[in-house]
C-alpha cells in the first residue's frame, strides 16, 4: 500500500513540473507576440523620383588637371663638329629673328683645307687643258698616219714599194693610235679627279658653313651656355632659344583617366 501511494506522488510531482514548464512556455509566447506586435511593420516605402526633360545637344566630361605654361618651341642650339668657339654675338634674354648670325666658331682650319683643295682643283684643270691639246694633236697624227698606212699598203700590194715599209708605217700609225688612246683615259682620269675634288670642296664649304651658328626661327634667348674660347662639340648645348609666339600647357594624365580621353 505505501508502495502504491509513493508512486502516486511521484507521477503527481512529474505532472506538476511539466504543467509548470508549460504555463512557463504559453507566458513566453504571449510575451514575445505582444513585443512583436508593438514593433513596426516592415514595408517598402515610396522611391524619390527626379524628371527631366530631355533633349538634343553635346554631352561633355570634364576633367581637371594641373598644366604648365610652354612655349611652343624650344630649340637646345648646338654644333654640327667640333671646334672653338670664336664669338658669341648674343646674350640671354635678347629677342633674336630667324637667320641671325649667334655664334661664330673658328673655321680657319676648313678654310685652309679649301683652299687647299682649290689649288688642286685650278692645277686638275691645268693639266686636263694641256691633255687635251695633247689629244688634238694625236687626232691629227693618227688621222696622218692611217692615210699613209693605207697608202704604202696599197703600193706594196703594187709592188711597187717594199712589204717592209708598208709594216713600218702601220706600225707608225698603230704608235700614235695607242698614244691618242693613252691621251683620252688620261683626260678621263683628269676629269673624274676634278669631279671628286669639287665633291670634297662642297664637303668643306658645308662643314664651314656650319661654324655660323644661327637662329632656327624668331624668338628670346634664355640660357646661354658658352663663351668665347670654349669647345663646342655635336650634341653639347650652347644656346637655348624659346619660340614664344604660341603657347602650349603640358600636363600629365593619371593612368586611370587614358581611356577616357580620345580626339
Not at 514593433?39 to 561633355?60: C, E, I, N, S
Not at 594641373?66 to 672653338?84: F, G, H
Request: glycine share 6%; hydrophobic share 45%.
Amino acid at each position: 500500500m505505501k508502495q502504491w501511494v509513493a508512486r502516486i506522488l511521484r507521477l503527481l510531482i512529474v505532472v506538476a513540473v511539466v504543467a509548470v514548464l508549460v504555463l512557463g512556455a504559453r507566458a513566453l509566447i504571449v510575451r514575445k507576440k505582444a513585443q512583436l506586435a508593438k514593433a513596426p511593420r516592415y514595408d517598402v516605402g515610396p522611391m524619390p523620383v527626379y524628371v527631366v526633360a530631355a533633349k538634343q545637344g553635346t554631352l561633355l566630361e570634364k576633367r581637371d588637371y594641373l598644366a604648365v605654361v610652354e612655349p611652343i618651341r624650344i630649340a637646345n642650339i648646338s654644333a654640327r663638329l667640333t671646334a672653338t668657339v670664336e664669338e658669341v654675338l648674343c646674350d640671354e634674354g635678347d629677342v633674336v629673328h630667324s637667320g641671325e648670325v649667334l655664334i661664330r666658331l673658328d673655321g680657319r682650319e676648313i678654310g685652309d683645307d679649301i683652299a687647299s683643295v682649290q689649288a688642286q682643283i685650278e692645277q686638275a684643270r691645268a693639266d686636263l687643258a694641256s691633255n687635251e691639246s695633247t689629244v688634238a694633236s694625236l687626232v691629227k697624227s693618227v688621222a696622218y698616219w692611217d692615210r699613209e698606212a693605207k697608202r704604202d699598203a696599197s703600193l706594196a700590194e703594187k709592188g711597187d714599194i717594199a712589204g717592209a715599209q708598208a709594216e713600218a708605217t702601220a706600225d707608225k700609225a698603230n704608235t700614235f693610235q695607242g698614244n691618242l688612246d693613252a691621251a683620252k683615259s688620261k683626260s678621263t682620269a683628269i676629269k673624274h679627279l676634278i669631279e671628286s675634288l669639287n665633291q670634297k670642296k662642297a664637303q668643306l664649304q658645308t662643314r664651314l658653313g656650319y661654324c655660323t651658328i644661327c637662329s632656327p626661327y624668331d624668338g628670346l634667348l634664355t640660357s646661354r651656355l658658352v663663351d668665347p674660347g670654349d669647345l663646342a662639340s655635336p650634341g653639347k648645348t650652347l644656346i637655348v632659344a624659346e619660340d614664344r609666339s604660341q603657347l602650349k600647357l603640358a600636363f600629365d594624365v593619371p593612368q586611370q583617366d587614358l581611356p577616357r580621353v580620345r580626339e
